[in-house]
């Protein structure tokens, strides 16, 4: 079955180090989103990607990082300068042309904690 | 960037009774998309309804249904017969036409007394 795979589930980092969360699509969407859900609110967009080799910046990119080297994939860094990172991430993806049938398709997320 | 505003932070309803969820946006746009998501506790996100801004007809998916006001820049979610399994966070969220990136508002916590 198609559908959208986030890891780890759960990560922790330690204070200083990047960590990097993990999202693949096997559904040939063009596509990709981050989103970032705190305790108790709405999900706010880190970054997204239309197409490969492109993103753009959501509304809280800073402090991390991504890269869409392939179609399937687009990784999450959350990098030592994102001070506050403990948060549920959503990864979602999209096709272009089918919008109005079907829209953001979500993964199971990660939730990431500091040690 | 546009915004939507969801202003009941937590609502509540009894059991096969009808309950609904606000949602306002902002816009210059013309052609958009407006959703509703359900996010249960497992945290998963499901799509409850769509709209597409040009059709004036309210969108309906069994229990569930909208009144979509667009001058007002107003999209609300009525659910009838409410379920236990309603029981969820709701996301009001909105897309433009020729754009990807979806904007959420903050939710509304519903729970469904039995």
């Known amino acids: 079955d198609g559908g959208i795979t986030q890891s780890p589930k759960y990560l922790f980092r330690k204070e200083g180090q990047n960590v990097t969360l993990s999202c693949e699509q096997n559904l040939n969407h063009d596509a990709m989103y981050w989103y970032r859900q705190d305790p108790g609110q709405g999900l706010r967009l880190i970054y997204y990607?239309?197409?490969?080799?492109?993103?753009q910046k959501g509304d809280i990119a800073e402090g991390y990082s991504v890269s869409r080297e392939k179609k399937e994939s687009f990784p999450l860094t959350v990098t030592s300068a994102q001070k506050n990172p403990t948060a549920f991430y959503l990864c979602?993806?999209?096709?272009?042309?089918?919008?109005?049938?079907?829209?953001?398709?979500f993964g199971d997320g990660t939730r990431l904690s500091i040690l | 960037a546009q915004t939507v505003t969801q202003s009941q932070p937590e609502m509540s309803v009894q059991e096969a009774e009808t309950v609904t969820l606000s949602c306002t946006y902002d816009?210059?746009?013309?052609?958009?998309?407006l959703f509703w998501y359900k996010q249960p506790p497992s945290r998963q996100m499901i799509l409850v309804i769509r709209?597409?801004?040009?059709?004036?007809q309210n969108a309906t998916e069994n229990r569930f249904s909208v009144n979509f006001q667009k001058a007002a820049k107003s999209f609300s979610l009525k659910i009838s017969d409410s379920q236990l399994g309603d029981t969820a966070m709701y996301f009001c969220?909105?897309?433009?036409?020729?754009?990807?990136?979806?904007?959420f508002g903050a939710g509304t916590r519903l729970t469904v007394k039995p």
């Open positions: 816009t210059s746009e013309n052609n958009y998309y």
């Open positions: 709209q597409e801004a040009y059709k004036q």
């Open positions: 990607s239309q197409i490969v080799n492109d993103f």
């Open positions: 969220a909105f897309m433009r036409y020729n754009n990807n990136d979806m904007r």
């Open positions: 979602a993806s999209m096709s272009w042309d089918r919008v109005a049938n079907q829209p953001q398709h």
